[in-house]
């Protein structure tokens, strides 16, 4: 979980009162964040520079003594990762406060500021979002708090830039409209932030190229044909994302109306991530919580206003979600009795105001702000109320039933399994449950297109593409990396392989299999069929052809050899198949000796 650290005094100040170390430890309790540590600045600097501080202090230097409190936040909770968000959700948590509307505001010319997207963009980065916080006050303090919320940001939610980069300017030293365009790199010139000179992206890639801070995210567009970039209506660069911003735009102590701009591969993220930082920091605006919206003009000519609203009332706000929970629901779930009022009060201390929905006097329908992302179903409104009524509070009783709990049956026999495969002379082999495509298509013979395989969005590997289909391939692979053991080597391993399956609420199962290979100077067809016999004897199946029992018919796989595959049939239905493997499997596989391999499906015979 991320921690932020914030100064206690400017904590307290903002609070509006002054707690002891332990109060306010207790106080992070109740509201579920952690108090992790107490430490000044300082300590922090020796720890981190050692002996150039001590010298410092030395020549007489200044080194601040101020105290810090390093607070654990909840991953989730994206609202809680700066000084503004965390001092106002725990003063509307104490009744300190009121909660927080946050609305938009119309610009004074009566022309919303626009970002035009290119259709370029789409080659690297497609999205952008936007929004203009006006009459803002920043303060030095204000201003490193905004530094570091984007840090955090990035690190977190933002996967480090690679999903969304934030870039802030000061938007009196720019003009609207902007243009958001994807452009080679040696078009690309302007001075970064804090630089003397100019240097096109090229350029610029090299001289980051040893900057601690900023060359962990030079590998998300270097070797793209185009860079993105983000210009004014005169042709100044505002930022090269998701590096670095444009020295000509940046924020100082004097800037007063900030353009806040999101590039993104993922939208839905941008859009978090923007609700999350001009809610955040509209507490410094004047009048506070109001934000100005900006246009944006995609690449196929719509354009959505940004950050979105709730639109068909008087005032728009940043938009808020509804959800209906039912009040007894979570008094079953939390193991509480409160009246309906009650709860209403609870759930506004956790900043989400509520009222009765419905003629039932049971229904709620809780308003969520733009600030809580993080609630997506009824279960985190739960949550809330535990939270707020107190996990201390709450009554323990003695469950109204006694229950003890079992293994899996499935796994109880898998367990039972392994013990009388290793009786029978293999050894087990345990694989990743991801693998490449071409090891579950190609190297099998097979065209991945054919197979319902579950497919990553993402993958950080080349051999991580796709979730398993068959053990088949992990097993290969293993025989693969100890060709130098003696033959013959007999393998198997019992685990699940991943199948699309639209009747599943995510789209695909789990499914428990057994495999087991033999490798050696011979194909050991006989072997493995002898294993399969032994298998059915275990769990109790006569060799029969008709309903009550199993037997083996030939069949085609492209993966086996022709005339040498054959499948397992169980009360009339196909459970699985066994054969020798193509010579061509066992080449892709960098295999030179013969193999025979079975895999059955485990569970329908638990």
Known sequence: MPTISVKRDELFEVMQHTYED???????????????EVTTEKAIAVKEQGE???RKEKDGGPVSEAVLYKIEIPANRYDLLCLEGLSLALKVFLGKCPIAHYALSQPTSGQRERITVTKQTGQIRPFVVGAILRNISLTASSYASFIELQDKLHQNLCRKRTLVAIGTHDLDTV??????????????????????????????????????????????????????????????VCSLPPIINGDHSKLTLNTKNVLIECTATDLHKAVVVLDTVVTMFSQH??????????????ADGNTITYPLTNLGISTQKLVTRQMVVSCSHINKRVGINVPIGEMIELLRRMGLESQLSGPDGDSLMVKIPPTRHDILHPCDLIEDVAIAYGYNNIEKKMPPSMTIGDQFIVNHVSDLLRNEMVAAGYTESLTFALCSRDDIGEKLRHKIEDIPAVHIANPKSLEFQVARTTLIPGLLKTVASNKKMSLPIKLFEISDVVL??????????????????????????????GLVDRFMQLVGIPYAKDSIGYHIRAHQDKTF????????????KAVGLFGVLHPEVLHHFELTNPCSIMELDVEPFV
Not at 175 to 200: V, W
Not at 561 to 572: L, P, S, T
Request: glycine share 6%; hydrophobic share 35%; charged share 25%.
């Open 561 to 572: 050899f022709d005339g040498r595959c054959a499948q397992i049939v169980v009360h009339d």
């Open 500 to 529: 699309k399956d639209s009747t599943k609420e995510v789209g695909a199962r789990n499914h428990r299999r057994l495999s087991a290979l033999y490798y050696g100077k011979t194909s050991g067809f006989e072997i493995v069929h």
């Open 52 to 54: 150039s501080v001590k």
């Open 175 to 236: 003009s609207g409209p902007f243009t958001y365009d994807a452009l080679p790199p040696d078009q690309i010139k302007f001075r970064p932030l804090n630089q003397t000179k100019e240097m096109t992206a090229t350029e610029l890639m090299d001289f980051y190229a040893t900057d601690s801070h900023l060359k962990p995210y030079l590998h998300i567009i270097k070797d793209s044909p185009v860079y993105p970039v983000i210009k004014d209506k005169n042709g100044i």
């Open 285 to 298: 605006c004047s009048p506070q919580f109001m934000v100005e919206p900006v246009d944006v003009v995609g």
């Open 22 to 36: 332990e109060e306010f430890d207790e106080l992070c309790f109740q509201y579920g964040i952690e108090l992790d």
